[in-house]
């Protein structure tokens, strides 16, 4: 093979496995791996050694192939992806690979100027060499803590083992980072479908009813499936439980775990006066939209005016909706087209008879109103699956539920949420739940919302469609670096904002370049809990699968 074909066969070569890795990161799932840069620069530096063409035309060879693979990358993230991982692409592999498209071509002129002062190919080994060099560095810049001194120390100082909360007296004096607090609403972050999530979730509500007075459970969820749990708390009756978990089969909310820990809230409520017990309340659009027919079907009254089409018709589709077992079948596509035109006729039915329907909804006519609400944004939602209709949703939802709850002075919040959710400064280019909650003039808790990142260590989750346990590939993989050694056990709790905190200005450990400037990474969040060797949840099983 002359020297011409093998310099072409090493640029196709480069630019394919250039474009293989670009393709990777722009799915969304190895981000992370823009660390391992300097290792990428070793293929302009081989590329470089073996060009014998003039410098000029090779820089404008590489300059090309590198463009040209970029550029196949954006088209491929334009039309193949969806909205949330295109902008998830476009803003993170633009910028990071502009930077390495001016780095590898630095790398690879000072390779050609050193393979023409030589006048002869550079020796193989030599390559092998710098190659083996740039890897050592790369594996130093993924490695190396991405925290000052200063920082490492606070964090060895703010951090609580979540397994002291189990303790009935005597807690850690670390737990003082949550006791007296003034927010009403603390929010934790999850990763979906760790075992370890449930754990978190049922220790932190207990310690914050206690310790704080909170009585309300933010339940990532619709509010149809608030009223099956509150039913279900309230009785004692496993039906209402299991008609939720039916609808949830083949989502991430499938799991033993969340069974369990609604088990765990009705017990601890019976050791509790009436009005100090647990309730929850889902803030969510409607996602299981037929349990959402099924609950609003058991809020109509048992003899419907004449003129009021609509609710006739939901409550014969809510007939033939509890006739289907959704352990094993889901609604023929027939009903689903019925559903979806009972909704609107619902909607204009309560727009048109505000007062009517009021009087043959009594008490039960907010949640029919606001899961009737919460439907027609399903609809829109699944026809553009814009996430910022479904964020917007959530905090009316919870402004609504805000206003209709009573005891004013007892409206305190707990909720564990997906990451996307907890962030209180826009994340992604899209202003999120907690945000909204956070800084909106609308918002009833502006300016009083905690809530914390959660990071996951050598994890994994249960795959909701597969049921398979899979790996957690986290986004902050390098950054986990920097709390793992101030861990204190499977789980812990890092409190970043007690003063004087170095994390008030810094914002390095953000994922991408998206913090604020004000508050640095505290803008965000205030808090970071860090999950080591969680398993995958368990998928649920209906009770008589035992």
């Known amino acids: ?164 909360l189990d303790r009935e007296a005597g807690f850690d004096p670390l737990t003082a980072g949550l006791s007296g607090r003034k927010e009403t609403v603390f929010l934790i972050g999850e990763f979906h479908g760790s075992r370890q999530n449930f754990e978190n979730r049922w220790r932190l509500l207990k310690y914050l009813h206690r310790k704080q007075g909170i009585r309300y459970y933010l339940d990532e969820g619709g509010y149809s499936h608030s009223i099956l749990v509150n039913r279900y708390l309230e ?15 083949g989502t991430a909310g499938y799991t033993r775990g969340a069974w369990e820990f609604w088990r765990k809230v009705r017990a601890y409520n019976r050791t509790r006066s009436a009005e100090r017990q647990i309730r929850c309340v889902g803030a969510d659009m409607e996602h299981q939209i037929d349990c959402s027919l099924r609950v609003l079907a058991g809020l109509l009254p048992q003899g419907i005016p004449a003129g009021f089409s609509a609710f006739r018709q939901l409550w014969i589709l809510g007939d033939r909706i509890r006739e289907l077992d959704f352990e094993r079948e889901r609604y023929p596509r027939e009903l689903y087209h019925a559903i979806r035109r009972v909704i609107p006729a619902l909607k204009e039915t309560l727009k048109e008879n505000p007062r009517a329907t009021r009087e043959i909804l009594g008490d039960g006519f907010f949640a029919f109103s606001l899961i009737v609400d919460n439907c027609m944004t399903h609809l829109r939602y699944w026809e553009d699956p814009d996430p910022r209709l479904r964020e917007a949703a959530m905090f009316r939802n919870f402004v609504r539920i805000f206003q209709h709850l009573p005891e ?21 280019f899209r202003e999120r739940f907690a945000g909204m909650l956070q800084h909106h003039r609308e918002s009833p808790v502006r300016g009083r919302v905690w809530s914390a990142l959660a990071l996951y260590h050598h994890s994994r989750y249960q795959d909701p469609f597969s049921g398979e346990s899979r790996p957690i590939i986290d986004l902050h993989r390098r950054w986990i670096r920097g709390f793992f050694p101030a861990a204190r056990g499977a789980a812990t709790l890092f409190f970043l904002d007690a003063s004087p905190s170095p994390f008030s200005r810094s914002s390095r450990f953000l994922h991408g370049t998206l913090a604020s400037r004000s508050r640095g990474s505290l803008g965000y969040f205030q808090g970071v809990l860090l999950v080591e060797g969680s398993p995958a949840a368990r998928p649920y099983r209906p009770p008589d699968d035992g």
């Open 235 to 249: 009785s004692g009756d496993e039906y209402h439980l299991h008609t939720m978990f039916s609808s949830l089969r």
């Open 408 to 428: 004013p002075g007892a409206k305190k919040f707990f909720g564990q949420w997906g990451n996307a959710h907890i962030y209180q400064q826009p994340w992604e």
């Open 1 to 164: 093979m002359n020297q011409k074909v093998k310099s072409l066969a090493i640029f196709i070569g480069f630019s394919l496995l250039q474009f293989l890795i670009f393709a990777g990161l722009a799915l969304g799932r190895y981000l992370w791996g823009v660390g391992f840069l300097p290792f990428w620069l070793m293929l302009p530096l081989a590329a470089g050694v073996h060009n014998r063409r003039p410098a000029s035309r090779g820089i404008l060879r590489w300059l090309l192939s590198l463009a040209a693979a970029l550029g196949i990358v954006v088209l491929v993230s334009l039309l193949l992806l969806s909205d949330r991982n295109r902008a998830r692409a476009l803003f993170y592999l633009v910028p990071a690979y502009g930077g390495y498209l001016v780095a590898g071509t630095l790398v690879y002129l000072g390779a050609v100027l050193a393979r023409r002062a030589r006048k002869r190919p550079v020796p193989v080994r030599v390559t092998l060499l710098l190659a083996g060099l740039l890897l050592v560095a790369s594996l130093f810049v993924v490695q190396k803590s991405p925290f000052s001194e200063i920082q490492r120390a606070y964090l060895q100082d703010h951090a609580a083992d979540m397994a002291i």
